[in-house]
Nanobody, 117 residues
């Protein structure tokens, strides 16, 4: 059973930066897409960024220019670099791996990101 373990969340001031990491234990063969989602209190979970095995990326408009996603296939790890953080970025961030870009197959446990104003 593949598990995803996230790290890097925390409390940061407005304008600060954080780097989230998500590493898979076990084989992720066929999991071509790695992504980061977030869910703020009272809101639906939303896709923040996604990267394919070929390296093509999708970045949500709300974070474009501030967040970047990358992956290290050798380490089965995906990263989310978050710069110029805003209070509205406060949420639980989840990584997810999937065979297709539309429906993740595996989810991480989530990591809290809190941006203070």
């Amino acid at each position: 059973q593949v598990q995803l373990v996230e790290s890097g969340g925390g409390l940061v001031e407005t304008g600060g930066s954080l780097r989230l990491s998500c590493t898979a234990s076990g084989s992720i063969f066929g999991m071509n897409y790695m992504g980061w989602y977030r869910q703020a209190p009272g809101k639906q979970r939303e896709l923040v960024a996604r990267i394919s095995s070929a390296g093509s990326t999708y970045i949500a408009d709300s974070v474009k220019g501030r967040f970047t996603i990358s992956r290290d296939n050798a380490k089965s790890t995906v990263y989310l670099q978050m710069n110029s953080l805003k209070p509205e970025d406060t949420a639980v961030y989840y990584c997810a791996f999937g065979r297709t870009p539309w429906a993740p197959n595996i989810w991480g446990q989530g990591t809290q990101v809190t941006v203070s104003s």
